[in-house]
């Protein structure tokens, strides 16, 4: 029988596959493949995560997106160790100035846990992130670039940092005049909400400067109640709060889950915002859909639920192109396509 209550949580993040396999997340006898996977690809599952676990499901949608897989060594001939071609991009260490108003600052270079199908698998979980020395050249690149309107400060997962390092960073970005937001890329309030403190809330905020944050969860299973805390603790400080998603064979690859996890964010107060097509990271073909199929879930969403719940489908180009939309086209010529596949002729003054 399946129990699918929350487990009471572990007292420490899980590791290495000895510590997956005492938990009940793998077998034993996977051990020994599971060490090459975590060799090269670093592995953390929190004791919130593992307590969303089913045990008894093989194929459980949160074990699948943070317990590791012999499938990740894997690579593919399409796949690229910087799919979405930050390196293209990067100014000084650390800083990606990818479009002319905003620019991405990796802060940190760990996470709470780590994505099986991370797009930066290769260089995430090693090292503290930004020296002092990255950290003040990156902010003299944005002092010298008054086009530069918004922040994206990611990693790494930047909630990892202290308080004290998380305010500081947004207070030296206030004292530059044209930055006037700053946006946080995060998987915390979800993976370990206890690390979500009036304290953090606090250091997020900065005068002279808005702060919003983005969310990423991909189930809704996800969104539990400690979760659903740590949101509102964010969004009682007044900071709004975008999701952002990622399409997941396996995970959320069904019309049903994507208009639940939609609704859940939006319970939370977080209004979705991206449904990422899976990147072409080196090991998780295993993951992707093709764009055929995430656009017709797409408009499987229209009909389902409402506006405020439907996130934009966007494709980072490989080679740093950036981000696209590549949601469903519901205009052919003059017809018209509804969420039920019907066509309408729209055509007016003809």
């Given amino acids: 029988m399946n129990d699918m209550s929350p487990r009471k949580p572990m007292a420490a993040t899980l590791r290495r596959p000895r510590d997956l396999a005492d938990a009940g997340l793998v077998a034993e006898s996977a051990i020994p493949a599971l060490e090459e996977v975590a060799v090269r690809y670093a592995v953390a599952v929190t004791p919130a995560v593992a307590a969303l676990i089913d045990r008894d499901d093989p194929g459980d949608p949160i074990a699948r997106q943070f317990v590791p897989d012999i499938r990740e060594l894997a690579t593919t001939a399409d796949e690229l160790a910087d799919p979405i071609g930050d390196g293209a991009h990067e100014v000084t260490p650390g800083l990606i100035h990818r479009y002319p108003?905003?620019?991405?600052?990796?802060?940190?270079?760990?996470?709470?846990?780590?994505?099986?199908?991370?797009?930066?698998?290769?260089?995430?979980?090693?090292?503290?992130?930004?020296?002092?020395?990255a950290l003040a050249a990156a902010l003299d690149y944005i002092r010298a670039h008054p086009a530069i309107f918004e922040?994206?400060?990611?990693?790494?997962?930047?909630?990892?940092?202290?308080?004290?390092?998380?305010?500081?960073?947004?207070?030296?970005?206030?004292?530059?005049?044209?930055?006037e937001l700053v946006?946080?890329?995060?998987?915390?309030?979800?993976?370990?909400?206890?690390?979500?403190?009036?304290?953090?809330?606090?250091?997020?905020?900065?005068?002279?400067?808005?702060?919003?944050?983005?969310?990423?969860?991909?189930?809704?299973?996800?969104l539990a109640a400690e979760a659903r805390v740590a949101l509102a603790k964010l969004a009682d400080a007044g900071i709004p709060l975008v999701s952002q998603s990622v399409l997941l064979r396996g995970v959320n690859d069904d019309p049903e889950t994507l208009a639940a996890l939609m609704r859940a964010f939006l319970a939370a107060r977080v209004k979705p915002y991206y449904l990422h097509h899976a990147d072409l990271a080196p090991?998780?073909?295993?993951?992707?859909?093709?764009?055929?199929?995430?656009q017709a879930l797409m408009k499987a969403l229209r009909g389902r639920?409402?506006?405020?719940?439907?996130?934009?489908?966007?494709?980072?180009?490989?080679?740093?192109?950036?981000?696209?939309?590549?949601?469903?086209?519901?205009?052919?010529?003059?017809?018209i396509e509804d969420y039920q596949g019907r066509r309408h002729i729209y055509a007016p003054g003809k």
Avoid at 153 to 175: E, H, I, N, T, W
Avoid at 199 to 217: R, S
Avoid at 306 to 332: C, M, W
Wanted: charged share 20%.
């Fill in 183 to 222: 946006r946080f890329h995060t998987r915390v309030p979800v993976v370990a909400p206890e690390r979500i403190t009036a304290e953090l809330a606090a250091a997020l905020k900065a005068d002279g400067v808005t702060t919003w944050v983005a969310i990423h969860a991909n189930h809704p299973r996800e």
């Fill in 305 to 335: 639920i409402s506006g405020l719940a439907q996130p934009t489908y966007v494709l980072d180009i490989p080679g740093g192109h950036g981000k696209v939309p590549v949601g469903p086209a519901y205009r052919d010529g003059v017809a």
């Fill in 101 to 133: 108003d905003r620019v991405l600052l990796k802060f940190v270079s760990t996470c709470a846990v780590y994505c099986r199908f991370c797009f930066r698998r290769e260089t995430v979980g090693q090292g503290e992130g930004m020296s002092p020395e």
């Fill in 283 to 294: 090991g998780t073909a295993h993951f992707r859909t093709t764009i055929e199929e995430g």
């Fill in 151 to 179: 922040v994206v400060v990611s990693g790494g997962d930047p909630l990892v940092a202290s308080p004290r390092r998380l305010a500081a960073l947004v207070q030296a970005l206030a004292a530059i005049p044209h930055v």
